[in-house]
């Protein structure tokens, strides 16, 4: 699986969006991006994933660059709840062997 | 669904003990995964398995740990002897193995004493 690089935290101020970018330089064209988050003692929760569109669900938006080698997430407007670590992630999605391994991600504070 | 279960919640034993951390992953996913989370470290993945059968172990630290998948809706992770360098928090995640998404429980906190 490609390796993902994300800035070690961020700030934001609730109500604003918060914009998470993640380079993935090495990302091979049956790769998919995926995003997850963890919220302070829990476990991770998927967010959002995809594999060169632009994507939307209730949670937040993904968008990747045309040339697939960086992406974004966005929440589009923080709350006090997003407060997490961020996991980028880009992996196959339909492989059996395909094991799901997490980097340092991006800890993200929402701030009043 | 529950969603993943993960038994116990907190687990605190002393040094040299054995120490079996149990999950129940959600039913019909049939891959399964066991990570380990600590400050130093971050989240690691220890084994994963598809279809009851351990695909990848590559991140069990030593031969102290073990993990055995006796059918699809149970998981054991055990540490026999166990150390204080063990403790962490422990996940258990599962999916379908042809799915996007792994679901999470709520983690196991060991502590070795």
């Known amino acids: 699986d490609a390796k993902t690089t994300q800035p070690p935290s961020m700030d934001c101020a609730e109500g604003r969006a918060a914009n998470l970018p993640c380079n993935h330089s090495t990302i091979s064209g049956n790769e998919y991006v995926y995003w997850y988050r963890q919220i302070h003692s829990q476990g991770p929760q998927y967010i959002i994933h995809?594999?060169?569109n632009n994507e939307t669900n209730e949670m937040a938006s993904l968008i990747i660059t045309e040339d697939r080698k960086s992406s974004t997430l966005i929440l589009p407007h923080a709350t006090l709840r997003d407060t997490a670590v961020y996991y980028c992630?880009?992996?196959?999605?339909?492989?059996?062997?395909?094991?799901?391994?997490f980097g340092q991600g991006t800890t993200l504070q929402v701030k009043p | 669904d529950a969603g993943v279960i993960q038994s116990p919640r907190h687990e605190v034993t002393e040094m040299g003990q054995e120490v079996t951390l149990r999950c129940k992953p959600i039913s019909g996913h049939n891959s399964l995964f066991w990570y380990r989370q600590t400050m130093m470290r971050g989240l690691e993945l220890l084994i994963y398995?598809?279809?009851?059968?351990?695909?990848?172990d590559s991140g069990m630290p030593e031969d102290r740990f073990s993990a055995k998948m006796p059918n699809a809706s149970f998981s054991t992770l055990k540490i026999q002897p166990s150390e204080p360098r063990d403790s962490a928090v422990y996940f258990c995640a599962s999916r379908y193995s042809s799915g996007t998404e792994a679901f999470f429980g709520q983690g196991t906190r060991l502590t070795v004493v």
């Open positions: 995809g594999l060169k």
């Open positions: 992630i880009v992996r196959i999605p339909s492989s059996n062997t395909g094991k799901l391994i």
């Open positions: 398995f598809n279809n009851n059968v351990p695909i990848d």
